[in-house]
Each structure stands twice: as structure tokens, then as C-alpha cells.
């Protein structure tokens, strides 16, 4: 799922940045600031996308301690 997320923040930097380059060629500066704004949001995405990897790693780290030790008790 998280690649998905990731990709999709991908885009919206590309995206984002085509948009801000066209604002700042053309002297729109409403759509150069919506190319900004787009480009942060896809940023964030990513970042959001890598965090929720890091705290599913760390859950499925807990639960394999968890499983060894009840293993352990169980022997």
C-alpha cells in the first residue's frame, strides 16, 4: 500500500514542479504557487508513505519478540 503512497507523492512532486515551472514562465504567479503547494503536498506524501513503513516494521518486530518468547515459555 505504501508504494502506492509513495508513487502517488512522486507524481505530485513531478507534477508540481511542471506547474510551478509553467507559472514562473508564463508570470502566473497563482499557478506557480499552486505548483508549489502541490510539490510540498507530494513531498509530504512520501514522507507520510516512509513513516507508516518504519512503524510496521517496528509492529511486525515487536510481534515476532513476542512470538519467540511465547515460544519459549511454551517449551
Request: hydrophobic share 30%; proline share 0%; net charge negative.
Given at each position: 500500500?505504501?508504494?502506492?503512497e509513495?508513487?502517488?507523492g512522486?507524481?505530485d512532486q513531478?507534477t508540481?514542479?511542471?506547474q510551478e515551472?509553467?507559472g514562473k514562465?508564463?508570470?502566473d504567479?497563482e499557478?506557480?504557487?499552486k505548483g508549489?503547494a502541490?510539490?510540498?503536498?507530494?513531498e509530504?506524501?512520501e514522507?507520510?508513505?516512509?513513516?507508516?513503513d518504519?512503524?510496521?516494521?517496528?509492529?511486525n518486530?515487536?510481534?515476532d519478540d513476542?512470538?519467540?518468547k511465547m515460544?519459549?515459555?511454551?517449551?
Amino acid at each position: 500500500m505504501t508504494d502506492t503512497e509513495k508513487l502517488d507523492g512522486m507524481k505530485d512532486q513531478v507534477t508540481g514542479k511542471v506547474q510551478e515551472t509553467a507559472g514562473k514562465v508564463t508570470g502566473d504567479h497563482e499557478n506557480e504557487a499552486k505548483g508549489k503547494a502541490k510539490g510540498f503536498m507530494g513531498e509530504a506524501k512520501e514522507k507520510l508513505a516512509d513513516a507508516k513503513d518504519k512503524v510496521a516494521e517496528k509492529a511486525n518486530d515487536v510481534m515476532d519478540d513476542i512470538k519467540e518468547k511465547m515460544d519459549k515459555d511454551d517449551k
